[in-house]
Every structure is written in C-alpha cells, then in structure tokens.
C-alpha cells in the first residue's frame, strides 16, 4: 500500500512562489508515475502535472500549468515535487499528491495540501 504525504501548502500572495513537498512510502512503487492534481472550490479534480519514478525524468503537466508550475523528484528521498511561480488567485486550491500505474488514472493519492493565492 502506498502512501503519500503533502506539505508545503499555505496562504500566499498573488505573483509569489511555493513549493509543495510529498513524501512516498510503503509498497513498491518504482513502476508509478507520481503527480499533482488540484481541486478549485466548488470545482473538480484536475490533473496538473506528473514525472516518471523511475528511469528517466519524463514530466507531463496540464496546459495550465506549463511555464510557471514545475515538477520534480529526488529519488533517494521518495520526495516529489511541485515548484510554484508567479501563483495567480485561480491557482487556489487543494492540492493533491497521486501515484498512478498509468498516467492519468491514479491509484493512490495523498490527503492533500491547501493552497490559497490572495491578497
């Protein structure tokens, strides 16, 4: 069983920066793609972004997110990553961790982080 963990979420303002942080544990889970989904008040869950465990650093991101949102891994400390600039009030929301054994349909997914842009 896989879990993840977030952190990294908080109240920031709009134009600022946050990273967001999970930490993977339990199962095997080096055939999984790991990867962000957010979901907007009164919205629902959205794919942002996602990256290969294992091999090679192939990332996948939603259109949305191309350009100011990056995602990263680092392998020797089951982390993954969602580095985010230049946040716009729109990118408020609860951000969530996922392991997916096929991108796009994931089978895990963490408790989630809040995110709120405001100023």
């Known amino acids: 069983q896989v879990q993840l963990v977030e952190s990294g979420g908080g109240l920031v303002q709009p134009g600022g920066s946050l990273r967001l942080s999970c930490v993977i544990s339990g199962g095997t889970f080096s055939a999984y793609d790991m990867g962000w989904y957010r979901q907007a008040p009164g919205s629902g869950r959205e794919f942002v972004a996602a990256?290969?465990?294992?091999?090679?650093?192939?990332?996948y991101y939603a259109d949305s997110a191309k350009g100011r949102l990056t995602i990263s891994k680092d392998n020797a400390k089951n982390t993954v990553y969602l580095h985010m600039n230049s946040l716009k009030p729109e990118d408020t929301a609860i951000y969530y961790c996922?392991?997916?054994?096929?991108?796009?349909?994931?089978?895990?997914w963490g408790p989630g982080t809040q995110v709120a842009v405001s100023s």
């Open positions: 990256i290969n465990w294992s091999g090679g650093s192939t990332t």
């Open positions: 996922t392991a997916a054994s096929t991108l796009g349909r994931p089978d895990y």
